[in-house]
């Protein structure tokens, strides 16, 4: 029965990857269509009389060549035109092009300010394979900003190792549906209820152990808010999740969640466990303060950001 049962998997997987394979080809084929029809465009209304003119009479010969098609009207045309001329003479993306779906083309090339803007929405729409509404909400939440303010922090090695800061400088929850007088407990509940949504926001390199991880020290119990495993870093990343203004004592309360988890919980091939305060606020100089002797003295730093709740703070 278990050979069965294995043998249909493994059906399941090969039809899934099979399926997953097609759908990239076909977006693969879409895109370089939409290239050369904007390539065309581009070059043919620089000819034209009319100008754009030329526009609206392709548009209506494509729709009495092909009737009912869609996406070749005037409004479809113009994004195929728009795409060429704006990737025409960008050797970045040559290899991004066809990974990429069209609606999330048409996000990046709509919403993003600068080239390097749109080179870091299209890196990371590989890398993590959003669909259009997770992209959709990482431009929204100003992700790329948040980001580029996270790589001027300075870093231990083994996060430089990666090339990568996967922890920002704050975080954006505005997904949340909390009471107005809210608790800590009442965002760690709503954290878990929109687990998917905070994993977006946070990473998908995230993986959710659990909330209020409990570690025993001596005859005491203790609750770690959130606890996740970071697969790049290879750690176990705890979360403390405070609802006022950063307070020099969460430190030293971090680094004793820290040396609990690495002496009872990390495994051997695992590297030593990261922590993560978030703070409605923080004054920066406070936290330097705070954090200066740890940074110094312990190859196990803890790491402090923030988050930002949009209606709230």
């Known amino acids: 029965m278990k050979n069965e049962i294995s043998a249909v998997g493994n059906l ?13 080809k076909v977006n693969e084929e ?6 050369k029809v904007g390539e065309h465009l581009s070059k043919e209304s620089t000819k034209a ?12 010969e494509i729709q009495n060549a092909f009737p009912g098609i869609k996406g070749f009207n005037r409004r479809g045309l113009y994004r195929m035109k728009k795409f060429y001329e704006t990737y025409a003479d960008d050797e970045f993306v040559t290899t991004l092009l ?53 790589k001027e922090k300075l870093l231990p090695e083994p996060i430089k190792e990666l090339n990568e800061n996967p922890f920002l400088d704050s975080y954006v929850i505005e ?3 909390l009471p107005s007088n809210f608790k800590e407990t009442d965002l760690r509940k709503g954290l878990i209820r929109n687990m998917k949504d905070f994993i977006l926001e946070v ?15 001596g005859s005491e119990d203790y609750r770690i808010d ?38 009872q ?38 790491y402090l950001y923030r988050y930002r709740i949009y209606g709230y703070i």
Not at 265 to 291: F, H, Q, R, T, W
Request: a neutral charge; proline letters at 2%.
């Open 12 to 24: 399941i997987q090969i039809i899934s990857q099979s399926r997953q394979n097609a759908l990239k």
């Open 98 to 150: 066809s990974q990429i779906s069209w609606s999330n083309h048409l996000a990046i090339i709509s919403k993003a300010k600068t080239v390097e803007e749109r080179h870091f929405y299209m890196s990371l729409c590989v890398k993590e394979n959003y669909s259009a509404r997770e992209l959709a909400r990482q431009i929204d939440s100003g992700y790329y900003e948040r980001y580029m303010l996270s």
């Open 175 to 177: 997904f949340l549906d």
């Open 30 to 35: 879409l895109i370089q269509m939409y290239w």
């Open 226 to 263: 959130l606890l996740f495993f970071h697969r790049g870093l290879q750690c176990l990343v705890a979360f403390e999740l405070k609802i006022g203004k950063f307070k020099p004592e969460y430190i030293s309360k971090m680094d004793f969640y820290l040396e609990a988890l690495d002496r």
């Open 203 to 217: 990473g998908k390199d995230f993986t959710f152990i659990d909330e209020e991880f409990r570690v025993q020290v």
């Open 49 to 60: 009389l009319f100008g754009d003119a030329y526009i609206d009479t392709v548009a209506e």
């Open 265 to 302: 919980k990390k495994k051997k091939n695992e590297n030593p466990s990261v922590g993560m305060i978030l703070c409605a606020s923080k004054d920066d100089e406070v936290v330097e303060y705070a954090m200066s002797r740890t940074l110094q003295a312990s190859s196990i730093p803890a």
